[in-house]
T-cell receptor
Framework: RKEVEQDPGPFNVPEGATVAFNCTYS??????FFWYRQDCRKEPKLLMS???SGNEDGRFTAQLNRASQYISLLIRDSKLSDSATYLC???????????????FGKGTKLSVKP | NAGVTQTPKFQVLKTGQSMTLQCAQDMNHNSMYWYRQDPGMGLRLIYYSASEGTTDKGEVPNGYNVSRLNKREFSLRLESAAPSQTSVYFCASSEAYVGQGNTEAFFGQGTRLTVV
């Protein structure tokens, strides 16, 4: 099983739609989780961190389910400007202590159409 | 505020040539990283430096070497380029090693490398 897995999409949705992305991770000891956004031919940028209690930032809601080892991102009222690739990112522990690596999923491409 | 700066932005190499990708950050971050991104493969960690003076291998280190020259700079060297190293390379930095809480990684704009 890959360390971080995402549905690659693409997700093609109309403006105003609600779209959800899921991501699963294999290492139950992972402690930090993120969603990054990457525009075409640009660098990834942090969209939001994901907390155990779930968190919301405007139209974006992130959820973490530790028992099932998955993370979700919900986008409500999609805008044309939301078109991008969304990367699920997990801190995978390495060795002992607090060391770990940021491992990226392959990304889910979202295309919002008028 | 420049953030993370990578040079060059584009490069074409012949097989067997060497080159160094430069990366500098002005955010006083302790940790720096090099990733490569290939179609269908996502971002894969090549090397990282948790703090000045230390470097460690990531997922795909073969064919690369790194130098953490000082706190600001982290370079990636290809000693003998191969077509399999054609990729987009991203440098990133973060305030603390990412195992220590929810710390954001900031990325440079990327270097598009083609090896022919």
């Amino acid at each position: 099983r890959k360390e971080v897995e995402q549905d690659p999409g693409p997700f093609n949705v109309p403006e105003g739609a609600t779209v959800a992305f899921n991501c699963t991770y294999s290492n139950s000891a992972s402690q930090s989780f993120f969603w990054y956004r990457q525009d075409c031919r640009k660098e990834p940028k942090l969209l939001m961190s994901v907390y155990s209690s779930g968190n919301e930032d405007g139209r974006f809601t992130a959820q973490l389910n530790r028992a099932s080892q998955y993370i979700s991102l919900l986008i409500r009222d999609s805008k044309l400007s939301d078109s991008a690739t969304y990367l699920c990112v997990v801190n995978i522990p390495r060795g002992g202590g607090s060391q770990g690596n940021l491992i990226f999923g392959k990304g889910t491409k979202l295309s919002v159409k008028p | 505020n420049a953030g993370v700066t990578q040079t060059p932005k584009f490069q074409v190499l012949k097989t067997g040539q060497s080159m160094t990708l430069q990366c500098a950050q002005d955010m006083n971050h302790n940790s720096m990283y090099w990733y490569r991104q290939d179609p269908g493969m996502g971002l894969r960690l090549i090397y990282y430096s948790a703090s000045e003076g230390t470097t460690d291998k990531g997922e795909v280190p073969n064919g690369y070497n790194v130098s953490r020259l000082n706190k600001r700079e982290f370079s990636l060297r290809l000693e003998s380029a191969a077509p399999s190293q054609t990729s987009v390379y991203f440098c990133a930095s973060s305030e603390a090693y990412v195992g220590q809480g929810n710390t954001e990684a900031f990325f440079g704009q990327g270097t598009r490398l083609t090896v022919v």
